[in-house]
């Protein structure tokens, strides 16, 4: 150990200094003797910039203190203090000691700052090379220069342009999701989301268009929007009014039983009725998490809920027996997506989620993600590590 720091590097390797052998000689005068001018300095340096930064914050630290490095911050503040100025609390060992005199540079000193990287490297190249420049001849019959490689430029999703007149940041935040859906899995997935019914077939209708270029996304947008305009006047207004992403997702995703929910007895195993309204992914593909707070009582994932959602307690007793009912859900099919409403920050998005569907598991990816706040949406993909952000004036 050539001094004191290469002793403190060592012994800050272990917990304590019971557990560390140093192998060489150990001279203790190096942390026995004291230390120099210039570390006793660095300490009181070091307790002035802490003195400062407290001054700075509670706005007490004097205007003409200031500088562009330490050296001319720890000047400016020493004209004001005095050069042996000693701050509040200074260790013993690193006060000021008779014959000691201020280390600082002279005013006015100005460091020197020299350039270094590739720069410096290609002038030196350039030094060294006396040939002069030209162009170089083929040497060998039917040599030629290798083309360079195309730049690959990846782009991010199609998204839609919001509608500042028929405010449509709900229609664009689902059918962005959509749209995205339908392009990563080509052209068979069209049939397959058609099951969902009129309105997805219609939208579906005008990715192919938009595919083949016939027809922009927007207009797919307002042509499903009118459908639901006309049917549901109320839920789905024109102008700067706000449609709710639940009431749009129950009339695109919720036309089709994909299986069923039962209302049981689990002590006299009386049934009592099927249901064929929101659930699990049982008689639609819309989640509701209306009671999320008090089924869980620590951070849970998507995958933790939708198997909660298999079978939970109904708030209803039994005729029969007076015990407690059960809501029990099974798929019969597996859906193309769900979507679940969370209303729960603390839920986690789990990337993947596996459902039981008869006596088959089917894995589910997590594809987007649609934020709502201040009577708006919007909707971030899913790509790996590429995250799309639909804007109001961009795709």
Not at 75 to 84: P, Y
Request: hydrophobic letters at 30%; one cysteine or more.
């Amino acid at each position: 150990c050539k001094n004191h720091f290469s002793y403190y590097t060592a012994l800050s390797r272990g917990s304590s200094s019971d557990g560390t052998l140093i192998i060489q000689g150990m001279d203790e005068r190096k942390i026995t003797s004291g230390i120099d001018g210039h570390l006793r300095q660095e300490f009181r340096e070091l307790e002035m910039l802490n003195e400062i930064t407290l001054l700075r914050y509670r706005n007490n630290l004097p205007i003409d203190v200031g500088g562009n490095n330490r050296r001319d911050i720890l000047q400016a503040f020493q004209r004001g203090k005095g050069g042996f100025y000693e701050p509040q609390g200074l260790d013993t060992h690193a006060r000021w000691r008779k014959g000691d005199a201020p280390l600082l540079p002279p005013d006015g000193y100005q460091g020197k700052w020299t350039l270094v990287g590739d720069d410096t490297k290609k002038r030196t190249a350039e030094s060294k090379n006396t040939v002069g420049h030209g162009k170089r001849k083929a040497m060998v019959t039917g040599e030629q220069k290798q083309p360079k490689k195309p730049k690959v430029v990846k782009s991010g999703p199609v998204g839609l342009v919001w509608d500042p007149v028929d405010h449509s940041c709900a229609y664009d935040a689902m059918f962005t999701a959509l749209y995205d859906i339908w392009q990563a899995h080509g052209p068979k997935w069209s049939d397959r989301l058609k099951e969902y019914g009129v309105y997805v077939s219609a939208l579906v209708q005008g990715f192919e268009s938009c595919r083949a270029k016939t027809e922009r996304l927007e207009s797919a947008r307002d042509r499903v929007r009118e459908m639901l305009h006309r049917t549901w006047p109320n839920d789905f207004p024109k102008g700067p009014a706000v449609t709710a992403i639940d009431d749009l997702a129950s009339k695109i995703f919720g036309s089709v039983d994909w299986g069923v929910s039962t209302v049981k007895c689990t002590r006299c195993n009386q049934v009592v009725n099927s249901l064929g309204g929101p659930g699990f992914c049982g008689a639609q593909t819309v989640v509701y998490d209306k009671e999320l707070h008090s089924q869980f009582k620590f951070n849970y994932g998507i995958a933790n809920w939708l198997t909660s959602r298999r079978m939970y307690k109904a708030n209803r007793i039994c005729s029969n027996c007076g015990n407690g009912l059960v809501v029990t859900t099974t798929l019969n099919k597996f859906p193309p997506c769900f979507y679940l409403s969370l209303s729960d920050k603390n839920v986690l998005l789990d990337p993947a989620v596996m459902l039981n569907v008869g006596e088959k598991k089917v894995g589910y990816m997590l594809r987007a993600v649609i934020y709502s706040g201040d009577s708006h949406f919007t909707s971030p993909g899913v790509y790996g590590v590429l995250i799309y952000q639909q804007t109001s004036d961009q795709r």
